[in-house]
């Protein structure tokens, strides 16, 4: 790394390659993600025997990158994003190594040990979205940060269409039955790996370190300000949020399949899905430029607004197919929104030093309280219904609609050095 801090010229260079090294692995990663947790719950239903275990898949992935999340954000902030996230390539190969092991065997628990790496990889495609951000300007930081989330749809997609001809090339080349698309995963990661090392040059990270420890090029460049109030409700609104999406979303699954009966099952929950997805991804540049103009607070507030429409229609049209799937839909766009608006707040309310480690504590918050969530969710539908449901989400909704004073930025708070 150079001496001298980057000119204005060279900043803006190396955040547009960041931006877009960024958004290939996410499509790489989304492809290899995609495809093994698509499987992981059925391999895991096969190798225990019982059904009531296929659970357990998820819940791996969850614990995976919640354990993951602090220590490559940690490593993150010491030897930059690229270290961090071709490490998480990295633990994701081994973990599908170790699945494929597992099916050959017919070890559940060997499983579910490759399922938590695999989860642990996941912890650094998620930090992918923050690492758009080091470089970024004010006037684009959630434009940016959008661009890399909404690479997610095109991979998140991909990944589970994948199955059905990695069972066919898996069977060619004599692999266990169900993880012929872990082929597929594992060369998604391997270029992914390569992509980061051989691209994602210079670190943004260590660039963006550079330029706040010597002061140049700040003019909403670094924004080297300390906001801890705004910062800790920036992660209370995208776990908040990311606990009635995930909530929500886990159960309906499982209440469609009592709505509908025969095969036709299968389509319903796959359409809905479907719409759910694209709600999560597909519009995220969208909520990125309202971000960008209209103020970071405002979008998170503008999610949780459609977040409770999700809710009420839930609530009011719980047996009805349509009215399900458009509360999925909505569900999805209150998500995207609070994401990446609340992701942007938390990193212009925190200093460069302090990101990664905040940034490690989002997501850890985020993944653990999801996790906490699906299964009292799980209670929730069984004991009240999916209406019941809705209605105690909208609980959490209005927790974060109500401390959204404590998100408001003032104004800039120099950072005491030494």
């Known amino acids: 790394m150079p001496d001298a801090a980057p000119s204005g010229s060279e900043i803006e260079g190396a955040q547009r390659r960041t931006v877009r090294v960024l958004a290939a692995g996410q499509v790489l990663g989304g492809v290899a993600f995609g495809a093994t947790v698509s499987l992981g719950a059925l391999l895991a239903a096969d190798l225990s025997g019982q059904d009531g275990l296929s659970g357990f898949a998820t819940a791996s992935v969850t614990l995976g990158a919640a354990l993951a999340a602090i220590p490559l954000a940690r490593l993150a902030g010491r030897r930059g994003r690229r270290v961090a996230l071709t490490l998480g390539n990295g633990l994701a190969l081994v973990g599908i190594a170790i699945v494929v092991t597992a099916a050959a065997v017919r070890s559940f628990p060997l499983l579910l040990v490759g399922v938590v790496l695999i989860g642990m990889g996941n912890a650094g495609n998620l930090q992918s979205r923050f690492a758009a951000t080091d470089l970024a300007t004010d006037r684009r ?16 997609v991909a990944g589970p269409l994948l199955v059905g001809p990695g069972e066919v090339v898996g069977q060619a080349l004599g692999m266990p039955h169900l993880t012929g698309s872990y082929l597929f995963s594992f060369v998604a990661q391997v270029l992914a790996l390569a992509l980061y090392l051989v691209a994602l040059r210079p670190d943004p990270l260590l660039w963006a370190q550079r330029i706040a420890a010597s002061g140049a090029a700040r003019a909403g460049r670094v924004n080297d300000v300390d906001r801890p109030r705004a910062a800790r409700y920036a992660i209370f609104a995208v776990a908040g949020s990311h606990v009635v999406m995930a909530s929500v ?120 309280s999801a996790a906490a969530g699906s299964v009292l969710a799980g209670w929730v539908l069984t004991n009240i219904g999916y209406d019941g449901l809705a209605l105690t989400a909208l609980v959490l909704v209005g927790m974060v609609t109500v401390c959204s004073p404590l998100g408001r930025v003032s104004g800039r708070v120099p950072v005491r050095r030494g």
């Open 141 to 156: 930081r959630a434009r940016d940060l959008s661009v890399v989330v909404w690479a997610t749809t095109v991979g998140g």
């Open 249 to 368: 979303m886990a159960m309906t699954p499982v209440h469609l399949s009592h709505m509908v009966h025969g095969g036709d099952v299968t389509v319903v929950v796959g359409v809905t899905i479907a719409l759910h997805v694209f709600g999560m991804y597909g519009l995220s540049p969208v909520f990125g430029w309202l971000a960008d103009r209209i103020g970071r607070l405002a979008v998170i507030l503008v999610g949780q607004a459609v977040l409770a429409a999700s809710l009420v229609v839930a609530a009011v049209f719980p047996h009805s197919q349509v009215g399900v799937a458009v509360a999925l839909l909505l569900l999805g766009l209150g998500w995207s929104a609070a994401t990446v608006a609340g992701a942007a707040l938390l990193t212009e309310s925190t200093p460069t030093l302090r990101r990664p480690r905040r940034q490690g504590l989002s997501d850890t918050a985020m993944t653990l």
